[in-house]
Every structure is written in C-alpha cells, then in structure tokens.
C-alpha cells in the first residue's frame, strides 16, 4: 500500500514537474549573461492579435535582474522577412520581470525572436524559437 | 522477324509510356485525406471562427443604431461630393459586394487605386491599400476630400448637415448641438487644410477654435458612416459549410459540397501554393502588408505602398491617438508599435478572399482583369519592380493546378450578412 502510493506521489511529481518546465521554459543568452523566460497575455499564442509579453530576467545562478532595458526584434526565417509590429518594453514591473508591449505574428509557422537585454551597456541577446 | 518483333516492342512501350504520362497529367485526381493539422487549418478559416464584431473605442457612436441610420442616408448621398453625382456608393456599390468592377475608382476623377470593399473592414486594423488609416471613421473622411473622389472640403460636410434639417436632427440627438456654419465671414464657402489651394488658404484665414468646430462635425459624420459600415459583414460561404461537414466526419455532405477539384484547389490553397501564409484567419486575410512582386500600373512609377501609408497613418489627425478619437485612454496598441523598414518598400495590404467572385478586376490599381490573371502572377512569383517581392521562388503549380485553385476561391462568394435594408438606398 505505502509503495503503491509512493508511486502515485512520484508519478504525480514528476507530470507536474514536465508541466512546470513546459511552461517556464527559459533561454540563455549567446555569451550567457542571462537567462530569460517569458508569459504571453496572449494564452494559447495566435496569430493576427496584438498582445503584450512579459520576460523575466534572471542571472544563470537564478538572481532576478533589474534596471534592464529590453528590446526585440525578429521575423521568420524561412520567409525572409521581420515582426509586422515593432514591440518596445513599456514597464519594469520589479523581480527581474519586464513588460513588452506591441506583440503580432501574422503568420503561421516557425518565428524567431531575439531579445536583446541590456544592463548598464552589458548587453547579450537570446535567441527564441516558436512555432505557432 | 527479330527486327519486326523488336519495332513491335518499341512501338508497344513508347504507347504504354505515352498512356501512362497522359493519364498522370491529365487523369482524374482524387484528393487525399485531411490530416489533424489540416482541419485545425480549416477550422481557423471558416467564418464560423469570426470573433463578434470588435468593438472601437474610439468611435463613441460605433454601436448606436440612430448612428448607423444616419450613416447609411449618407452613404448614399450624392451632396456630399462637389458636383453632386458622387456619393460613397458610386464607388462602394452594395450589388458589387461594396466595389465597382474599375481597375480604379472613377469619382471626379481617377482615383490613385482600386477600390477596396467595406465589407468585414471593422475587423481591420488598417485600411486603403497602404493602411494610411487607422479606423473605418478616418477613412471615410479622406474620400470625402479627395479631388479626385467627392472633391469637397470638410467645411462644406459640415454645412450639409447643419443646413440639412433632417441630418442636423440626427447629428445633434447623438453629438450635441452643432454650430452655426453660415456666418460666411467665420465659415468660407470651401475650406479644408488638405483639399485644393483655395481651400486651403481659407482654412488657414478661420481661427483655430472654428477649425476646430469643423473637425469635430466632419469627424462626426466618419463616425456616423463607420456606425453604417461596421454592420455590413461577409455571410456563410459553400466552403464554410464544407468546412463544417468534414470536421464533423460527415464525408457525405462534404462531397455534396464540394468537387473533387473544389478540394484539391483547397489543399493547394493551403499547401504547395502557399495561399495561407497571408489569407489566414475566417477572412482570409492577416491585414498585413508584403510585397508580392504585382507589376505597377502600366505607364506608372511602381507604388511604395506601406512605407508611404505608415507614415501618412502617424501623421493623421485623425487617427487612434489623436484629438479626434473618442478613447480617452488612448489604448492604441497597433498605431503606438507601427513598424516602418525596407521590407515595406511596395507592400500592400492583403485583402480578404471572401467575395471574390464579385470584385474584379484585383490587385491596388486592377492591374488583373480576371483570378485566372492574378494566379498566374503569383505562380510566376516575378521579381519586384521595387522592394522585395516575399514569394521568392516560383510556386510551379501546372495549368490544371491553378483552375482547381479558382475553382476552390469561387466558393467563398456569398450573400453579405447585413440587414437587408442597409443594401439599398434609404427609402426617405
């Protein structure tokens, strides 16, 4: 009995661990200064809605980042053209978290974004693949 | 006898050889299935996903029917225009789903482009061809003072309604009192600050707070005509109801629906010709703006399109974040991150594919009399005359390939959803 509810209790912990990286999936940036994830107001992501995003920024070591300047750019690699809008930070709303206004992807496929974040002029970008 | 048998034989498999290619070319095809992805696909162009009528904040009198009846009388009213023959159905005619069948509006003048349809244009974000506007009461003012459309000023807008007991009733049961416009000393008979030269020194000789006075009745009366438009919407198509059908499994009625080259011209649409890239969404359009190579009107400079309109669109006083707009808030996300670039360098809006069958010739100057036209176009994906055409490699669809793909376009024309008496004249 102990062992079969041992096993349910780790099989739950483990789905909810999936759930959780799933959700909170996180990119370093090229040179590794920062680690950033991301929430979309925007929940499944769809195209031709324009929405905000919220990054967090953290250091590698999980230490919030704060007093950083955010800026996106991107496009869609295999179409050979950029963001339909052009998305700027509009909030630093505290613990590493920066709000990004502006978001619109018109098209179905594979995107790609780069966010550049910078921290008194020590600047690293990340690369995010998304599929929608 | 070896030589005979052997000519016999070259005969016999050169015929089988030759049979075989003429059946590949042109045999029967028969479509393949669906896969998961693809119904989701088609899921997401029916028009049964149509999100309700957005609402515009910054038309207060968006949803107020006194608004819609007042716009609709306008709509259709010739005295809006300088000679008095023009009204916005000369070119918007409702038995044309909203269009003229022109290469480009002819008002006074010729106009700069085609002329688009109304229809569904409350779920744009832009309008014209280049998006220089914002919202469909900003764009109904600009015709109103083009010399080449109903060649007015806005002073004259406003004095029609003022003059016009019936309109000046309505107006001022939705907005309030409305000046006085016939002292001519404060109001000249024509002025506007964008319309011909006269005008526009006469504008510039009234004092600002009369100025004023008149944008507000002449932006008033583009709301009034968006509170009309806004109601005009596209109606179930045959392909949303085979839509319907073959998500639900019901191949039966799916294949009552629609032909097997209906279907294949479907599956093109939405694969090796590459449609749904930009005619994504229950309208089929993304409302974005791409350069796809269309040649320029013959004897003219290429258009720049959307590097022109998106600067023309922050420069409006008339668009979402300006002094005209009723949102207090000034929540105008789409105005406020705009982009600009290169990329925009020829780039014109897509328009919907709803209604098609209904709206030729296509194209921002009609430069393709028939769909046949147009297809053939994008399957040669040319080299843009400026920019960069974004459909970078021919689609190599063959000639059979493209009448299936007309014959899948053709079945998204249907009757509008509006009332019907907003499809005619008004009665009074």
Not at chain 2, 135 to 146: C, K, N
Not at chain 2, 326 to 349: H, M, Q, W
Request: charged content about 20%; proline content about 7%.
């Amino acid at each position: 009995m102990y062992r079969r509810l041992l096993l349910v209790a780790s099989i739950a912990l483990t789905m909810t661990t999936i759930a959780l990286a799933e959700q909170n999936e996180s990119w370093l940036t090229r040179s590794g200064y920062y680690r950033i994830s991301y929430r979309s107001d925007l929940e499944p992501l769809a195209i031709n809605r324009i929405h905000s995003w919220t990054f967090h920024v953290e250091t590698p070591d999980g230490k919030p980042v704060t007093g950083a300047v955010i800026s996106v750019t991107g496009g869609m690699p295999l179409h050979n053209h950029g963001l339909p809008t052009d998305p700027a930070m509009t909030a630093e709303t505290g613990d590493g978290n920066y709000v990004v206004e502006g978001f619109r992807f018109h098209m179905n496929g594979a995107w790609e974004l780069f966010v550049t974040v910078d921290v008194d002029g020590k600047r690293d970008t990340a690369v995010l693949a998304l599929t929608l | 006898m070896t030589r005979k048998k052997s000519t016999t034989t070259v005969i016999a498999v050169t015929a089988a050889a030759l049979l075989a290619a003429g059946w590949w070319l042109f045999g029967p095809r028969y479509p393949a299935d669906w896969s998961d992805a693809d119904l989701a696909l088609l899921r997401s162009l029916s028009i049964d996903s149509l999100p309700p009528l957005p609402a515009d904040p910054t038309n207060a009198v968006a949803d107020n029917p006194i608004a819609a009846r007042l716009g609709h009388r306008l709509f259709f009213d010739t005295r809006l225009s300088a000679n008095g023959a023009v009204s916005c159905a000369s070119c918007h005619q409702p038995e044309r789903r909203f269009t003229d069948g022109l290469p480009r509006g002819r008002g006074i003048g010729l106009s700069g482009r085609n002329t688009r349809s109304i229809v569904g244009t409350a779920y744009s974000p832009w309008l014209y061809w280049d998006g220089r506007k914002d919202s469909q009461w900003s764009q109904a003012l600009a015709p109103l003072e083009d010399p080449a459309e109903h060649g007015n000023s806005r002073l004259q807008v406003a004095r029609l309604i003022s003059e016009d007991p019936g309109y000046r009733q309505a107006y001022e049961s939705l907005f309030g009192a409305l000046p006085d416009f016939g002292d001519r000393t404060r109001f000249p008979d024509r002025a506007s600050p964008i319309a011909a030269a006269e005008a526009r020194s006469a504008w510039q000789a009234m004092s600002t707070a009369d100025q004023k006075l008149v944008n507000v009745a002449f932006s008033n009366v583009g709301k009034v005509l968006a509170a009309y438009e806004r109601r005009i919407l596209p109606g179930p198509a045959r392909f949303d109801a085979y839509v319907r059908a073959i998500t639900a499994g019901d191949k039966t009625t799916a294949q009552n629906v629609f032909s097997d080259e209906e279907v294949l011209g479907l599956q093109l649409f939405m694969h090796q010709a590459r449609c749904t890239e930009c005619h994504n969404g229950p309208l089929l359009t993304n409302n974005e703006f791409h350069n796809t190579g269309v040649l320029s009107s013959p004897g003219e400079l290429p258009d720049r399109g959307r590097i022109n309109g998106v600067r023309l669109v922050r420069d409006d006083p008339f668009n979402c974040l300006g002094d005209f707009a009723d949102d207090a808030a000034r929540n105008c996300p789409e105005l406020t991150y705009a982009r600009s670039g290169v990329e925009l360098i020829g780039a014109t809006r897509t328009p919907s594919l709803r209604n098609l069958g209904g709206t030729a010739p296509y194209s921002h100057k009609g430069q393709s009399a028939t769909l046949a036209d147009l297809l053939k176009l994008y399957n040669r994906a040319p080299l843009a005359m400026i920019g960069h055409n974004e459909v970078e490699k021919p689609l190599g669809l063959s000639r059979r390939e493209l009448k299936w793909l007309e014959a899948f376009l053709n079945t998204l024309d249907a009757p509008l959803a509006a009332e019907p008496e907003w499809l005619t004249p008004p009665a009074n």
